[in-house]
């Protein structure tokens, strides 16, 4: 992305009582509106970050979290989670990754508010899988990091860097182009879309895994070493029992077709327009059966 | 004048953090971690998002932002506020862990907090997700109380 964040004057307190002599920077407190937040910071934090200053609209903080919560409605989750159109989804993983919201907080919410029923017994099960991948995390550290286990079955794609169109958003495929476009605008992308980039990167474009954490770590408001990468572990088979794939069909499906109807390669060459044997063998020589491990 | 900081960090940057609780009156610091930033080259988003979090978490007590190594700046603010003990609630990040103990080398006495927890577990975690839910699903589901107080619907952005 342009690199175009406006040169603001750095505001720097110096603090006498430092117990060596490198000058401390304070940061402000008191600068009241969000726009001018955003320009103190900017310059406060100069050389720390990449890209524009801009802010995403998601806001930080507990009260933000507290109005994200009452907004959500649990009802119809299980139905519509998966859908990147309908937004069935809470988007409160910004404020559980830094703990300004806890699973306990949210799960107790959800139960006391929607009562038991398939949908907010799916959204629990939900919150667990954070909670399983921050204990993988206590129990492995940086390790989680490197492959867990070998890949069940490795994309014959050669291996290679990730190309300048994935930091552009411009690949020309819409459902790619538009899940990548929200990562690097708001710092949120949907969970169904955050696989199919996932698998995209590994399986069809033969880029590391970690290349892929990477970039998503670097965008994400929740981006969260154990959360990011063990699932794109679980996405490569490095730590689940077979790579997860999906075609064209699953996307149409999951986005009311909206990709699609403005992609230029919908009529033809879509790299996803196929059946899952067909994918298989073409992305990993093998058949179906074999990739879901059922021969 | 008092003998414990809070020391908040990216894991628990609420005012609702654990060790915040437990020292409703104790002065508290958040850094911008430095050396870990200026490699990461994370985008302004987050950084924001962790700063308007911070703000709200040391509203209304003494406190600190800063930018810089996150142990000397912790060390510092203690230094100024003469405090001897560091109040912090854990987190399972191996960086955490690191400066835990470089802050307890340097004399401090490091006071842990423990996160309220979603469901208790002891040990391993298996490999899959689905061997963790079958052994913890009915305790995930037991709710322990009613969650937090939801601002009035009126009351919006
Ligand atoms: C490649 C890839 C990378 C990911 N990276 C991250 C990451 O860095 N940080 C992160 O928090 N999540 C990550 N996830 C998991 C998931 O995509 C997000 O947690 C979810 O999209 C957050 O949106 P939400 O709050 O609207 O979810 P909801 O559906 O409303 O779920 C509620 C909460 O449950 C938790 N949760 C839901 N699904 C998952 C999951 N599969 N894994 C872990 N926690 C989950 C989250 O805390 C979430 O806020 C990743 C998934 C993939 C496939």
Redesign the pocket.
């Known amino acids: 992305m342009a690199a175009t964040w406006p040169v603001l004057p750095q505001l720097v307190v110096y603090s006498k009582e430092t117990l060596n002599d490198e000058p401390t920077m304070q940061l402000r407190t008191d600068v009241t509106t969000r726009a001018e937040q955003v320009a103190y910071l900017a310059g406060a934090l100069d050389g720390l970050y990449a890209g524009p200053a801009i802010p995403s609209p998601i806001r930080g903080g507990r009260r933000a979290a507290l109005r994200r919560l009452r907004a959500?409605d649990a009802r119809g989750?299980a139905r519509t989670?998966n859908d990147v159109a309908k937004?069935?989804?809470?988007?409160?993983?910004?404020?559980?990754?830094h703990g300004v919201l806890t699973?306990a907080e949210?799960r107790d919410s959800i139960l006391s508010r929607f009562g038991h029923t398939p949908d907010t017994e799916k959204?629990v099960n939900?919150?667990?899988?954070?909670a399983?991948?921050q204990l993988v995390y206590a129990q492995l550290g940086d390790r989680i990091q490197h492959d867990l286990e070998p890949a069940k079955h490795r994309s014959r794609a050669p291996r290679r860097q990730l190309p300048p169109e994935v930091a552009a958003a411009s690949t020309g495929l819409v459902c790619i182009d538009e899940s990548l476009r929200e990562l690097y605008t708001t710092g949120?992308?949907?969970?169904h879309a955050?696989?199919w980039?996932?698998a995209y990167l590994q399986h069809w474009l033969g880029v590391d895994w970690r290349e892929?954490?990477e970039l998503?770590?670097r965008h994400?408001l929740?981006?969260?070493?154990?959360?990011?990468?063990?699932?794109?572990q679980?996405?490569g088979s490095t730590f689940s029992h077979k790579p997860y794939i999906f075609n064209r069909h699953n996307v149409e499906r999951f986005s009311d077709g909206a990709f699609c109807a403005r992609c230029p390669l919908a009529a033809g060459g879509c790299p996803f327009d196929d059946s899952y044997e067909n994918l298989a063998q073409r992305l990993f020589g093998v058949s179906l059966a074999e990739l879901e491990g059922r021969r | 004048m008092s003998s414990a900081i809070v020391w908040l960090h990216g894991d628990s940057l609420s005012p609702t953090d654990p060790a915040l609780l437990a020292n409703p009156a104790a002065p508290a610091i958040f850094v911008f971690d430095e050396p870990f930033l200026a490699a990461a080259q994370l985008s302004f988003k987050r950084l924001f998002f962790l700063y308007e979090c911070a703000l709200e978490a040391i509203a209304g007590r003494t406190g600190s932002i800063r930018r810089g190594v996150v142990v000397e700046e912790v060390r510092a603010f203690a230094a100024e506020q003469q405090a001897t003990a560091v109040h912090v609630t854990a987190s399972v990040a191996p960086r955490f862990r690191q400066y835990v103990a470089e802050l307890r080398a340097a004399g401090l006495q490091v006071v842990m907090h423990e996160p309220p927890a979603f469901v208790t577990w002891r040990g391993e975690p298996p490999r899959r997700f689905s061997a963790f839910w079958r052994r913890v699903a009915a305790e995930a589901l037991r709710p322990t109380g009613t969650g937090p107080v939801l601002p009035a619907e009126h009351e919006v952005e």
């Open positions: 959500f989750y989670r937004r069935g989804v809470s988007v409160l993983s910004p404020y559980l990754r699973l949210v959204f939900e919150l667990a899988w954070r399983f991948w949120y992308m949907h969970n955050r696989m980039v996932a892929g954490a998503f770590y994400l929740d981006g969260d070493p154990a959360s990011n990468s063990l699932s794109w679980w996405v």
